[in-house]
């Protein structure tokens, strides 16, 4: 992990706000998926991470690895597609469960050049220990890294179950398309990195 993984020296005011709480656990995470603060996170929460993602203030800490595929594939011309997830989360070393899983499934129009490659406004996740958390997302970053890889970036509330009433935090990372599928048979999967924190 690279220094800009460590949180600074500056001192900070006691930990009230859920939002400096929000922001320091999303410096943590894209840390963890091993991009820089400075270059990927959205505008209005690229504030220094001022604690490390296992601080008390999280509630729960999973990542693990999400796949998403397409039907029919990607190609270069946008048309209506079935975008299937599913999410496998297998190393949560904050929150009490040791893995989880979810899963969901949209129709759009999507195609090689369109950034918005999965995101879904509920979600529910299934934990290892029997319980469930339903989340509601509302606000959503994707950005196109300089290496070509994507980053979607969602924040919610978590609305039922595990966590009722906290701050969701989502990220994944996809890799870069392979451009010569997006002109002969098209892209129908792509498996990347993901990070959910509830703060």
Known sequence: MGSACLSPSRRYGPRTARLRRTVAVVGSV????????????????????????????????????????YDPPLTYIPKPTTVSATEDFNYCP?????????????????GCTSLRLFVVSSTTYHWDSG????????????ERLLNGTVLVTEQGTVTSGFGEGRTAVYQMV??????LACVSGGVDELTGSEVLTFV
Do not use: F, K, R
């Open 131 to 142: 319980q469930t958390s339903v989340v509601t997302y509302t606000t959503t970053a994707i």
């Open 30 to 69: 894209l840390c963890l998926l091993g991009l820089p603060m400075t270059a990927a996170a959205p505008a209005a929460l690229a504030a220094p991470a001022t604690h490390a993602a296992d601080d008390s203030s999280a509630l729960l800490l999973c990542h693990g690895t999400v796949n998403v595929s």
């Open 174 to 179: 996809l890799p870069q398309l392979d451009l």
């Open 94 to 110: 904050t929150g009490g469960v040791t893995g989880g899983s979810a899963s969901a499934s949209y129709e759009t129009t999507s």
